[in-house]
């Protein structure tokens, strides 16, 4: 586990259109503290993706330094990312998918795979471990994506939109399960998310990122304390934020001039 | 099999069956003179005599160990040499000028200069093959190597994965199935390059389909020709439904 320390980082693309560099991210800096899980929010395609991308090492600030603190484990990895989009090895069955992780490190297939079913269980597809990615939904493939990262056992954990295309039930299913593990593993967490409620639910902090170019619009905490439950949904501090986030987006909806 | 199923597979046979009748028409009502375009029945003698005395089957033994082997240099070498130019921009650019010129010419232009240092032997035909196949598995594992979902190698980068295991756990399993046809390709021109290459010079050992063809050519026997045309043609078929074989056991994981 450890904490990241975002340091007035830009990223701009050079767009093939305008034949100009198009702002992303101008210049951002926050810090998520060891163990916190934080959810981002922010309009789409505000750039939200190229900073968990940046954070993961996928993409190189422009300007600007990320680092991480309190590392506790050198030789532990320090992210993984569960991509926004599918991303598991078509070739690999559901737990050789799971594995790869510490496969790629060099650990002994066979136990691996004994530990794995741990992991499958948890995401609630036990049953499936012999499955092709091809033989499930888009919201199963999702979880095992989930299972792959936690069986690497990053010390940051980075996730963009990961339950996007899993249905309303199995979501709140595996929001609980991710609050629990959460709590159990204490696991930085930076979890990306269109979802209002489920940012709440599951954050220590949120942060509002502004339309493109993004800038940190707002940070709010959510001082509901933890384990939480499903019906805290209904309190007053729950749906206090709820408004606070709302409007916001909406300010940020209206400036990039979505709302006529 | 369902009647219908077998109606709709009949198609398949039907254009064998018409080359059949025309052919026994053809010899029947003598449009062609039988010492040029010989009788089924004069090619059906020359086979069973032939594979009598041995020579059929000994030549087609020489001429398929003369194919696996070129396959066996050429399809592990077309697919790493391809993978690793549609990888690394570089290699692609260290190797792609000379590739497309050698494969624009006719590889038997090589082959002289193989008979210089081989002599007439297994090892020239076999090397002079391989090219050929190499060919069939590059550009096909080229394309593979430029196809490999960017997210999936994104995820072999996030979970620290080498270049060496990237190639191994990403690009191999990855090109399986993306380059089933280019194997199915250098199966049939390695096939084309060994035959044409026996029929070029004597072959070795005098054995091999290309040489016996060439040879009953020079010996003015039609039906052997005939004969060894159609054992030409059934070993193609067969290498046909092979390849398509191993492409489906291999590629299982699709739906
Ligand atoms: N490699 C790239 N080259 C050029 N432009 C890019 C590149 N990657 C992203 N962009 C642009 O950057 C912007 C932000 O993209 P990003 O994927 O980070 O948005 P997002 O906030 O994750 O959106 P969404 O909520 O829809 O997932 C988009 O306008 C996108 O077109
Ligand atoms: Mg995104």
Known sequence: ?260 | MKPSKLVSGAWYLIPFILILVIWEAVTTFSLLPPDIFPPLTTTFASFVSLVAEGTLVGSLIATVERVIASLLIAIPLGVVVGLLMGWKGSIFRFLILIFTVVFAIPKLAFYGILLFFFGVSDTSIVLIASLSAFFGVLFPAIASARSVDSTLMKVAKDYDAGDMQIFFKVLIPNAVSGIASGVKLALTLAYIEVVTAEMFRAAPGGVGLGWLMQLYAIYDQPGAVMAVLLVLLAFGGVVVFAADYAEGKLSMWRK
């Open chain 1, 1 to 260: 586990m450890a904490g990241v320390r975002v340091d007035n980082v830009s990223k701009s693309f050079f767009d093939f259109k305008t034949h100009a560099e198009l702002k992303i991210i101008d210049n951002v800096s926050f810090d998520v503290k060891d163990k916190e899980f934080v959810s981002i929010l922010g309009v789409s395609g505000c750039g939200k993706s190229t900073l968990l991308y940046m954070i993961g090492g996928h993409e190189r600030p422009t300007h600007g330094t990320i680092s991480f603190s309190d590392v506790k484990d050198s030789k532990a990895h320090l992210t993984n990312t569960v991509f926004q989009e599918a991303s598991l090895f078509p070739w690999r069955k559901v737990i050789d998918n799971v594995i790869f992780g510490p496969e790629i490190t060099g650990g002994n297939k066979k136990e691996l795979r004994t530990k794995a079913m741990e992991f499958i269980n948890l995401v609630g597809l036990s049953g499936f471990e012999s499955a092709y990615p091809s033989h499930l939904s888009g919201g199963m493939k999702q979880r095992v994506a989930i299972a792959r990262a936690l069986m690497n056992n990053p010390e940051v954990l980075l996730m963009d939109e990961p339950f996007a295309s899993v249905d309303a039930q199995t979501r709140m299913i595996m929001q609980e399960q991710l609050l629990r593990i959460h709590q159990k593993s204490e696991k930085t967490t930076l979890f990306v998310t269109h979802n209002i409620d489920e940012a709440i639910f599951l954050a220590d902090r949120l942060m509002i990122l502004s339309a493109r170019p993004a800038k940190v619009k707002e940070i709010i905490e959510v001082n509901i304390g933890k384990p939480r439950t499903w019906d805290l949904r209904s309190s007053k501090e729950f749906v206090d934020i709820y408004g606070r986030v709302l409007k916001s987006l909406r300010e940020e909806l209206e400036r990039a001039g979505l709302f006529h």
